[in-house]
Every structure is written in C-alpha cells, then in structure tokens.
C-alpha cells in the first residue's frame, strides 16, 4: 500500500525466537526496520527520531488477562492495563503519529474504559470498532477484537466503518494465489529458509 516499515518494539519475549539463520518472523519480513526488546521510553534517540517520522502505528499491547480464560481464572492481570496505557502514553506524548491503530480483546474495555481512553490520547479522536477475524480467515466465528483506531485531531479525518462481511473468506481465497503472481515471483524475501 505504499508505505515503508519502519521498525517494531515489541517487550513479550516469545516474539523474539530466531531460526537456524538468526532471523525471526519480522527481521525476516522487513529487512533494514529495527526490532527492539525494549520500551518505547527505554529507545536510543536515533531510534526514537526514526519512530517519530511514522504515519501510522500499528500496535497489539498484551491482553491474556481479557481473555475468556483470563476472566474465568479471575487473574489480576494490572500489567496489561498498563500496557495499553503505556502505549497510549507513548503515541500522546513522544510519537505523534498522524493515525494509530491499536488491536485488542473486547473485554480489555474491563480494565481500561473508553474514558480512560480518551483522557490519554487528548490530541486524537479516536473510534472504538469492533471486527470479527472469522472474515479475515480464522475458523473460529466467534473471534471478535476490538480496534482502536484514532486520528491526530488536526487531520479532521472520521472513521466511517463499510466492511463488507457477506462473503465469507479463507486463508487459501485470500492468499493462495501468490505461488502464481508475477509480481512475487522474484521477491526475495519470499521464502524463509529454517
């Protein structure tokens, strides 16, 4: 779609595994974007400089403690509140993206309330919407997230929700053809060797 990855920090050390050839999922797919363990407070300032420019953040702060599972076990699970709050945080205060998109559990609105919400992000409008990942390929139909998506208030920009969830896809419709693009052919990053 036009833009260029610039990096990821991600703290939840399972992300990090890396194969035989020292890469891991994202290293692999975006060669030259810096992945970082660390916390967006915690970055060196060339990195932070480099964040800064972003249009877009895209973002998955931990949730377990809204899961089903979570809330059936009655876990306290404080961290992941302050996870989305640090991320917000962050997006408010040092990154000032001109949109974020921030994907969570429904229930995480349990812990963190849209007035919460609100309150962090001043700067943004932002708009809660809820997707089902059954249209998105996964099997399961009742799998449904909660998107926060919210734009700089000075972009005057409204998110007018229009998916269209009549057809119901699959992994297989949606990407089974790439083995047969022109366009894919001879992109190197195509294959991960393990």
């Known amino acids: 779609a036009g833009f260029s990855i610039l990096g990821n920090v991600e703290p939840r050390p ?8 020292g890469l891991t999922t994202f290293s692999a797919n975006f060669p030259g974007a810096f992945y970082s363990r660390r916390s967006i407070s915690d970055l060196d300032s060339q990195t ?3 964040m800064k420019t972003a249009d877009l953040i895209l973002g998955h702060p931990k949730c377990g403690g809204a899961s089903s599972l979570g809330q ?27 949109f974020f998109v921030l ?15 609100l309150q962090t992000t001043p700067s943004y409008d932002v708009f809660p919407e809820l997707v089902s990942n059954y249209h998105y390929g996964t099997p399961q139909r009742r799998r449904v997230r909660l998107l926060l998506i ?6 005057q920009w409204t998110f007018v929700p229009g ?32």
């Open 103 to 117: 994907e969570n559990l429904p229930n995480s609105l349990t812990f963190l309330k849209i007035q919460d919400i």
């Open 163 to 194: 998916e269209d969830i009549a057809a119901e896809s699959t992994v297989m419709g949606a990407i089974g053809d790439l083995d047969r693009r022109p366009d894919l052919l001879n992109n190197p990053r195509r294959h991960v060797e393990d």
């Open 72 to 98: 059936t076990r009655r876990v306290a699970r404080t961290g992941d509140l302050s996870a989305m709050l640090e991320c917000l945080t962050a997006i408010e205060t040092i990154l000032r993206p001109r």
């Open 14 to 21: 399972f992300f990090h595994h890396r194969d035989a050839a």
């Open 150 to 155: 919210g734009a700089r208030r000075d972009k």
């Open 48 to 50: 932070l400089a480099t």
